[in-house]
């Protein structure tokens, strides 16, 4: 008998794992039709499916609905609040895969690239009673449209030697924050607002490029010289100190054959020596965070990369002082952004300048690859004399 | 029965039951990893304990099924615990050396590729496109699958000067955060949304369609019928689109997907760590390539094009990007054969800076392009 | 008796040559008043003085009035169209002298930022008379308003061992070509338009950030060296022969302490060696000329700076390719430049792409320091398949 | 008695007629130079023949009496020519070494300084300022005096790592093209031009004015009188205008100059030439001093410090801009005490492309700046 998918079943083919052989495992035939007839056609299928969710909650659930009904209706996606890391018990996992299998297509996404836990292809019936029951295995829907965004964060010190900050648990108390849930749950900025937290420059977690706000660890003091380990290194043959002394991006080391010497005060922590010998190289012990702001992927003025806000802050739970930072930037948003700006391009679109006096931060050169060029700015009321009368 | 508001907003289950032990018990102690083969890492704690990581592709989607038995090699080797990476990989954190091997076969069996560390292509981030998204271009999950059969090698083992990132997005809303890859994949409409004013008129709020348009190129229109009636739906500009698809979101009635003039473009040379020279954008290497599902052979031929005449020349950690910012981007044009286009010079908001400022211009290119 | 100048006065004193003791030494009493009282005020006193000029020539001629006509009316500036290379016999120039006395206020300028040998402060009942006697000795008026301005060009050939064009001699071929000076006395462009012509890529003329066209000369074949002088420099002690190599920005020289070898196909021609080594280093003999177009110091987008058109262009007199490339851009620029829109600025809101696409030149990886990094762009009509209907 | 149509357009007299013969002989055939001393270049033909060059600055503008004697220097020792350089500068080209020193002391008696070669401050560009132009915010010529005065030893004495350019504008349209300048003065108006509607209604065209606003900030305005007539006029968005002063050259009933808020802004770090790292813009270094004429003694006073602070640091050949590179700006603005502050933070077209992006920051600057 002829396959019903000849195009997709050319898919199966080849040593990667298939995502056609997942979709024909699932119980989700119509999709199966469906993407098949998208190849056939060069197009996809999918409209928008308009709002649906379940109550109380405006946001994390993507209505899907297709232009061929006869093949397949509605099947939305839910979005879950991932947790810290993304660790799983098996234990866990099982419990949900059980209700969605009940309730859901069986078909699953780890991860969407904001970081959720995503299940795709449920009908609009269905979405309540699978959330009752996964919300008492105490799992909570994530964000969609202009909320606050699941974040989403590195392993950090879980099991990286790099972290500075203990990412898992700023994820997790932001994640539980009632004021940060809210604003998840219940859309009001003018646009998506993403978090990543990092624990180190590495940026594993990619905040630098898509994300609004990103809490990157880092270190005041020196990094730590293990100088035998150093010579380990050298002699091992699997590492050449010298190379790496040549890339250090701001010539800040030095290398006599025998001791390794870093110029701290000029070292961006670009965290590529550490990186290439971590068994003789560490981050200090004076740990915190560097906050940047106005990441994103494109846009009506194209792709911003977050730029340093805050050159170093500290961290402690419970990170009152971070969860204040935001909220002064979200609230300088709200007020001034246009609809379908990120706070990216509303600080572009204003000023930067305007933007920290308004939001009572100093101006610093660590913000700037270098100052302006140009000779058009505007003075703030009271610097310039005016008429007397 | 609905929960009531008290209920609602109790954020994730909480990391902490859910951390292998190991992880636990050392959490914050490490001092140093080391790679042991591709797609296995040793961790050394403080306290003398090593955890071995062994990390595996996965597909973009994967079936609740393939998730238990997941689960079940989670519980044979790793105490019941399993962890995914920001590159959608999964990782199992062994505490017994010993279990790397089998755990290996098993995952072998299970048609899972064990690599993705070090010298090697990473998992490709992909956005879901034709699978469930209303606004693609093209396909990323099947451009993933397409790519990584012909990549596999790379990924499995280490062949390369350093890591290679490779994201796909089936459109320029860009959900794979292609834009600081490697190598990005990128979805391109290349017309406007059609207008079906009798659509518009009938099924779509127009005020909602304006306020939502990025561009502003969406404007009210009447049309008077020959019955005397009118019709209210809106035109678009078609020098402001930027072919997002978020009018199609709210709207039916117009459609951006296109078969005729749909396809893929490539862009190479981004980064997103500060390690050396910072993060930095993919640039424009082909403007368009019409879709070819369902294996697209010819992105995939480019793409294995870019990587070779990279891996063939490029320093130790030396990225793409970096690889290319020393040769000169002429020079990468050259030795790709990808032809240099008008769409190549950008003439969007921020052009004049990528300009060639003054007269630095290689001997060669003097030679050439006389 | 006290200065009636006491504030300019000041300026009379330190060792640099005082441009108010020259003022005095003119007759233009009404100047040296009216500069004084801008100095009391902190303001000028000038106002824009409308359009003066010689009949047949509606450009070249500065109107300027005083808003103080008690103490000076009328008072222009005339731009006369420099020499090449700003050279002058002593006759010449004396002969200018004699004129501008009798008819003008005797205070000069060499020369303004343009070029131009300037002439300031003539009632506009002399600017006639004046002109006619100064035609006669060969003194022909520059440009101002949107037109062809006056060029300038390094010295070139005449003294310079760097000089890979004939730059006096293209700026004489330009500067008495009847269709520039056409252009250049009958204002018809958008705005204005501004051409430099530096004889290598030192730009000693300051071409790139402030011309429209910029005409540089630069060599395809290698750098000769004389390694017996190389050798000789190192000897001498006054030249670190290896902080040259180590300075060249692509890395393109070595050296063994011996002998210094050069990749030319890396070298940029940025010219730091040759400039450094002038004995032993010089330019190679397949000479030419790159082409840059669009600077400018101000403007609605802030300054630009002019980037490769085209990386090499033979140049040989009549330089018929040059001339027609000219005014192939300007006949564009003149269609699709809006008012006050100089030629980089068009280009800028047009797109770089479309503007080559309409004058016919191909796109090159040397125009750009990086491809686009946004997919923002548009198909020329038949890149695209339209409906078949 | 006006000239006929045919008699003009004859462009600027030759310069073969003008040129010093010496330079005539070895037109293209020159090999090598040599800085002499402060002044002073040998240029050396492949005739063998030699040529020295006496290099002089000059004020802004020139009585003719004056030009008169440097004929006459220019008639003793040069063969009756001398030019001018493009920073203007006057040169005497002698075809005798003996006459060097005579020569410079005829100038000194004169009162010009020989210099600006090698590694000295150069002759300061400076446009026409408060002496003729109608838009200046500061007077340059005045400055370029008093900055000269007190920077006269590094003009006629070799003392700093490499050239200085200075320039100085009396508004931003910069005729004095400061944008590119090592250290650049820019007469800055902090207020849009104040409109009197009586006297645009009397004497100006509005709709020029319209056109020539290079920011389309000016609008028409009516006003209707109490006697029941009305009034044409124009109003400024001063969120818009750029200070330029162009509609005041249309038009005297919008007055650009503001004793009380015009004054001098200071950039830093600009470079014209390919050589090395090519062109570079000037960067805002103080945005505002208010103006103290008849000297200006803080501009020169802060021109001074950040003049000593790179001589006292750079390497050699390393440019103002260079050196700001290496050292970086936060310590630039640490090491002259200058203030950053919003000012220097781009709000325009592009800033966000100088923003730093990604987390590089400096040790020294972590410490600092938390
Ligand atoms: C599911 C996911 C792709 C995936 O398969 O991984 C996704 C899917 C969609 N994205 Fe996205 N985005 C997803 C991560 C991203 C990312 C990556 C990230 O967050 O790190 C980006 C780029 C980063 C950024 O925010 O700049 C991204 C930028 C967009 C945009 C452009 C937003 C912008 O500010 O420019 C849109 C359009 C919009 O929202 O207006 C968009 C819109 C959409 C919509 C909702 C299209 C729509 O309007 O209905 C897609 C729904 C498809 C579906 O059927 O679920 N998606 N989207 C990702 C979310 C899963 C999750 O929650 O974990
Ligand atoms: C597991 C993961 C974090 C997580 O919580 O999920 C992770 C973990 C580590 N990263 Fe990463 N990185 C992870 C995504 C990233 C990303 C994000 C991305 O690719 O989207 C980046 C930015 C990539 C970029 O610059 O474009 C990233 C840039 C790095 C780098 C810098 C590479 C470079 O070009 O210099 C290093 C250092 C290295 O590899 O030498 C690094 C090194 C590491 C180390 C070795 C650090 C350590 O001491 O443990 C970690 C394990 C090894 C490894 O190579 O994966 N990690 N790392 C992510 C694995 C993704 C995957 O499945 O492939
Ligand atoms: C005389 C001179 C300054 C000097 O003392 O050296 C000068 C003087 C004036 N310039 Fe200029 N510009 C002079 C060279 C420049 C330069 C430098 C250059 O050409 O290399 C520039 C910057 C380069 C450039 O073009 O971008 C320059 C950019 C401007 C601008 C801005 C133009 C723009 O495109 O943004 C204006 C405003 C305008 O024309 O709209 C302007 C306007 C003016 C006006 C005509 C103001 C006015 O509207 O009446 C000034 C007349 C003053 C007077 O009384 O003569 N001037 N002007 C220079 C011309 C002398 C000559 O012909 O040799
Ligand atoms: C005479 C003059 C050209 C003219 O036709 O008028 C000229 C002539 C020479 N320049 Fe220049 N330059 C002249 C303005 C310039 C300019 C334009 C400007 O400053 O506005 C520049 C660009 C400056 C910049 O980059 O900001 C310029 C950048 C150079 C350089 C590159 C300097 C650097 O930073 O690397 C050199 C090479 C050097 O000095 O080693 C150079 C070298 C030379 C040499 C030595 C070349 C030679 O072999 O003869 C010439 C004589 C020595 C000298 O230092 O002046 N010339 N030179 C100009 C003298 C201006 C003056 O009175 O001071
Ligand atoms: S960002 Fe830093 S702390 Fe986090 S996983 Fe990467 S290297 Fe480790
Ligand atoms: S972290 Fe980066 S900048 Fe700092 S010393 Fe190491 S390589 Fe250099
Ligand atoms: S990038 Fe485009 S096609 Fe892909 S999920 Fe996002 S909106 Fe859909
Ligand atoms: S596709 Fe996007 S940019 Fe184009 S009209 Fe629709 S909403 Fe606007
Ligand atoms: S631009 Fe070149 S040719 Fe002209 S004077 Fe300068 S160094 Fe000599
Ligand atoms: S001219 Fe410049 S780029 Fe070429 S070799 Fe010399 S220093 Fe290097
Ligand atoms: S810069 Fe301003 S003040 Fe100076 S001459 Fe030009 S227009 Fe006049
Ligand atoms: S000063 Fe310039 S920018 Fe401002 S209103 Fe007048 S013309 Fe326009």
């Not at chain 1, 270190?219 to 590492?239: H, L, P, T």
């Not at chain 2, 992880?23 to 961790?43: A, F, S, T």
């Not at chain 2, 003398?48 to 238990?68: C, N």
């Not at chain 2, 019955?227 to 709210?250: A, F, H, N, Q, V």
């Amino acid at each position: 008998m002829a396959s019903e998918t000849p195009l997709l079943d050319e898919l199966e083919k080849g040593p990667w794992p298939s995502l056609v052989s997942e979709i024909k495992k699932t119980g989700y035939t119509g999709l199966l039709k469906l993407y098949e007839l998208n190849y056939e056609d060069k197009m996809t299928h999918w409209t928008h499916g308009g709002m649906v969710g379940v109550p109380g909650y405006d946001a994390g659930v993507i209505g899907r609905v297709s232009d061929r009904r006869d093949i397949l209706a509605d099947a939305h996606t839910i979005r879950f609040i991932q947790p810290a890391g993304w660790f799983y018990s098996t234990k866990k996992l099982r419990k949900l895969i059980e209700l969605w299998n009940k309730y859901g297509s069986g078909l699953m996404n780890f991860h969407g690239a904001t970081g959720d836990l995503q299940v795709v292809g449920i009908p609009t019936e269905n979405i309540e009673p699978f959330f009752d029951e996964a919300a008492k295995e105490h799992w909570d829907i994530g964000g969609s449209a202009g909320d606050f965004r699941t974040a989403s964060n590195c392993i950090g010190p879980a099991r990286c030697e790099m972290a500075c900050i203990d990412t898992n648990d700023i994820y997790h108390t932001l994640m539980t924050d009632p004021d940060i849930l809210n604003d998840m749950h219940r859309p009001r900025f003018p646009y998506k607002f993403k978090v990543k937290i990092s624990g180190c420059p590495t940026d594993c977690v990619a905040g630098v490029p898509r994300a609004d706000f990103v809490i990157m660890g880092t270190w005041r003091d020196d990094i730590k010289i293990d100088q035998e380990e150093v010579r380990n290194y050298a002699k091992s043959g699997k590492v050449d100190v010298e190379y790496i002394v040549k890339n250090c991006p701001t010539k800040a080391m030095s290398w006599d054959g025998n001791e390794l010497s870093i110029n701290n005060d000029e070292c961006v922590r670009c965290m590529y020596c550490l990186q290439k010998m971590p068994r003789a190289l560490s981050p200090g012990d004076d740990r915190g965070a560097t906050i940047l702001v106005g990441g994103r992927a494109r846009g009506r003025y194209g792709a911003f990369l977050a730029w340093t806000l805050i050159p170093f802050m500290k961290l402690e739970p419970p990170y009152t002082e971070l969860k204040e930072l935001m909220y002064k930037l979200l609230d300088w948003w709200d007020e001034n952004g246009r609809a379908k700006e990120r706070i990216g391009e509303t600080i572009y679109r204003i000023g930067a300048g305007k933007f920290l006096h308004d939001v009572g931060l100093d101006p610093l050169p660590t913000m700037v690859k270098a100052p302006r060029n140009n000779p058009f700015w505007f003075y703030f009321p009271g610097e310039v004399e005016t008429d007397e009368e | 029965m609905a929960l009531s508001f008290d209920e609602l907003d109790f954020g994730p289950p909480d990391y902490k039951e859910m951390l292998p032990p190991i992880l636990e018990r050392n959490y914050g102690k490490w001092k140093y990893h080391e790679e042991i083969e591709p797609g296995v890492y040793k961790h050394v704690s403080e306290s003398g304990e090593e955890v071995y990581t062994v990390r595996a592709g996965q597909p973009k989607f994967i079936a609740s099924e393939t998730v238990l038995k997941l689960c079940d090699l989670a519980d044979k080797y790793a105490n019941g615990y399993l962890r995914f990476t920001s590159r959608h990989s999964v990782e199992f954190i062994l505490d017994n050396k010993d279990n790397v091997e089998p755990l290996k076969k098993d995952l072998a069996e299970l048609g899972f590729p064990v690599g993705g560390t070090g010298r090697t292509v990473r998992s490709i981030v992909a956005c879901t496109g034709w699978v469930h998204c209303h606004t693609p271009a093209t396909d990323s999950p099947g451009l993933q699958k397409a790519l990584m059969d012909e990549l596999y090698d790379y990924f499995v083992s280490e062949k390369l000067p350093t890591r290679l990132t490779i994201a796909v997005s089936g459109c320029l809303n860009m959900c794979g955060a292609v834009h600081c890859s490697d190598i990005a994949i990128l979805g391109v409409h290349r017309r406007p949304p059609k207008v079906i004013d009798e659509v518009v008129s009938k099924a779509c709020e127009i005020p909602s369609m304006i306020a939502a348009c990025p561009t502003y190129a969406i404007k009210p229109k009447m049309i008077k019928k020959e019955d005397g009636t009118t019709l209210r739906s809106i035109s678009i500009d078609g020098e402001k689109c930027m072919y997002c698809g978020i009018c199609y979101g709210l709207c039916p009635g117009t459609p951006i997907a296109d078969p005729k003039n749909d396809g893929v473009s490539i862009w190479v040379g981004g980064k997103i760590s500060n390690t050396r020279g910072g993060p930095a954008f993919s640039r424009l290497a082909v403007p368009f390539i019409p879709n070819n599902p369902p294996r697209w052979p010819e992105v995939v031929e480019t793409v294995k094009k870019i990587i070779d005449a990279w891996a063939s020349d490029a320093k130790p950690d030396e990225r793409m990007g970096e690889w290319i910012e020393r040769i000169g981007w002429a020079e990468f044009f050259e030795r790709t054969g990808i032809e240099f286009t008008h769409k190549h010079i950008d003439d969007y908001i921020f052009n004049i800076r990528d300009m060639n400022a003054g007269a630095r211009v290689k001997g060669r290119e003097l030679k050439k392009f006389s």
